[in-house]
């Protein structure tokens, strides 16, 4: 096309012509996909045959390897997989501790009393005492007496505190006894617990009383120690013994007492003194400070 003759120029413009249609062709109308993978395909032996050297190359290495190295090797994979492995596990102990505050936090959001998060420490050596210590004490505002729950229901409550840490009896102690009511009727009993975490016993039901087995049973409030409506447990088994005036009731406890690591341990309502003193009679103020009002522990929700 660009040998010497006597209209070069002519000649470039139809180059330039047919370029430009063959660009336009392709980019707007895909006229070329067809040729350009002919193309492909048939420049395929030629990319083989440059990366022939280099496969060659490898494969004659491999020949010649040395089993120290293929040990060495060997043992490096190794020790990339356990450490691998590790992360694996703390990052499927993260994900669980995750999902657990979380289920903490939706927990905390449906209570009326405010709470303060904290985690179990130990537990008691001694197998007839159900209780655990948590890394929450008085400097925290605890005091003896307050409900701990975790993601579930209702885990017992703080009987001793020092200073950094907490001493909670467990709901399935067998010292220990909940006032509750169930949900379904409002019946209320009593539920001690047996010794055994897995297994609660509800007692003074009479035979004729309407309770099913699967019905909830929250606290009830009655006696100042827990607050109502917390989850405790669900009916188990029902037995009824001829003659006898109480039927035998196991409960399954709606906490995972064995399994649970955070917790919430929950204030009591504070009450003005102003209201204190109007239910005794007094001729309350009404400008008083709320009773037991203090600097709010750090991390209550």
């Known amino acids: 096309m660009f040998v010497q003759g006597p209209v070069p120029g002519l000649r470039l413009l139809f180059i330039i012509i047919l370029s430009a249609a063959l660009v336009v062709a392709d980019a707007r109308f895909d006229k070329l996909s067809t040729v350009r993978n002919t193309l492909g395909t048939g420049l395929a032996p030629v990319y083989w045959l440059g990366n022939a050297p280099q496969q060659l190359s490898d494969w004659f290495s491999g020949l010649f390897v040395s089993t120290e190295d293929l040990q060495q090797e060997n043992e490096d994979l190794k020790a990339r997989l356990l450490i691998l492995e590790r992360r694996a596990l703390k990052y499927a102990a993260l994900a669980s501790e995750n999902a657990e505050l979380r289920r903490l936090m939706n927990s905390s959001r449906v209570l009326d009393d405010r709470s303060i998060l904290g985690e179990v420490v130990g537990i008691s050596p001694d197998p007839y005492s159900h209780e655990i210590i948590i890394n929450k004490g008085s400097s ?159 991390g209550e929700s």
């Not at 909940?178 to 539920?191: C, K, S, T, W």
């Not at 699967?214 to 409506?229: Q, T």
């Not at 919430?264 to 005794?280: G, I, R, T």
């Open 140 to 298: 925290d505002g605890l005091i003896e007496g307050q409900a701990v729950l975790d993601a579930h229901g209702l885990m017992g409550q703080v009987v001793q505190t020092s200073q950094v840490t907490s001493r909670v009896i467990l709901v399935s102690d067998s010292s220990h006894a909940v006032p509750v009511e169930l949900v379904r009727n409002g019946l209320r009993a009593i539920l001690l617990g047996t010794g055994n975490p897995d297994t609660l016993e509800l007692v003074h039901v009479p035979d004729t009383a309407d309770i099913r087995e699967g019905d909830l049973l929250v606290s009830s409030g009655l006696g100042g120690r827990f607050p109502r409506g917390y989850p405790v447990a669900e009916v188990a088994r029902i037995t009824k013994e001829p003659g006898e005036p109480f039927v035998s009731i196991e409960a399954r406890p709606k906490a995972e007492l064995n399994q649970s690591r955070l917790i919430l341990v929950v204030f009591q309502p504070e009450v003005p003194k102003a209201d204190l003193n109007d239910s005794e009679g007094g001729s309350g103020t009404g400008v008083g400070p709320a009773a037991g009002d203090s600097t709010r522990p750090e």
